[in-house]
């Protein structure tokens, strides 16, 4: 079987796993010691899907890892939210980060054009641009935390709602195998790129 597409399914499988233990995890803590745990997972699971910004980034990584191919279809999407989580860290304990919005925004563009003109530079490299901004993206989701839920539950939440926005980008991605579908996800990158651009003006 192709290798670029057994690593795909392998990380579905992955985050798909991962998803359901700590779904069920957090409400069976969730009916044992009040609304914290669950309260905290639910809020950090839906805090990315919420926010327009951090989709497009999100799903944007996942498309560039697709395009570029194994090792990046899989080491994009593990850096991104492993960064992520120190990036949160950071901005629960308060670490002052400048233009956080501006960060945010600019992952969208960078990402997205990245896609649109098939930059594909060493691996080490798209693993800095990827990891530079999930500290944008996890300091947002850290300084936003509510006071009353559980931070651990929060962080599992927004990290596996993060990798299934990865995986939406490199499900689509994966039609780069075809000259049409190369063409569409080059299309989504140029969306992801315009959307980018609305969030830095305001427009969005």
Not at 159 to 170: D, F, N, Q, R, W
Request: charged share 5%; aromatic share 14%.
């Amino acid at each position: 079987m192709n290798e670029e597409f057994v690593l795909p399914k392998r990380l579905a499988y992955c985050f798909l796993t991962i998803s359901l233990v700590y779904f069920f995890t957090a409400f069976a803590v969730q009916a044992h010691s009040g609304e914290g745990y669950g309260g905290g997972f639910v809020a950090g699971f839906t805090h990315p899907i919420l926010g327009w910004d951090h989709v497009a980034a999100m799903v944007a990584v996942g498309l560039w890892g697709a395009f570029l191919g194994a090792p990046a279809i899989w080491i994009l999407p593990v850096v991104f939210p492993l960064v992520m989580a120190f990036g949160a860290v950071a901005g629960i304990i308060g670490i002052p980060i400048p233009a956080i919005e501006t960060g945010i925004a600019l992952s969208a563009v960078v990402l997205g054009l990245m896609i649109v003109f098939a930059v594909k530079p060493p691996i080490w490299i798209c693993a800095v641009i990827v990891g530079s901004f999930a500290i944008f993206h996890g300091y947002a989701h850290g300084t936003e935390l509510p006071a009353t839920v559980n931070a651990f539950a929060y962080a599992v939440g927004f990290v596996i709602s993060t990798g299934l926005l990865h995986l939406a980008g490199i499900a689509f991605g994966l039609l780069v195998r075809w000259p049409a579908g190369r063409v569409a996800v080059r299309g989504a990158g140029g969306l992801i790129a315009f959307a980018g651009i609305a969030f830095l003006t305001g427009v969005a």
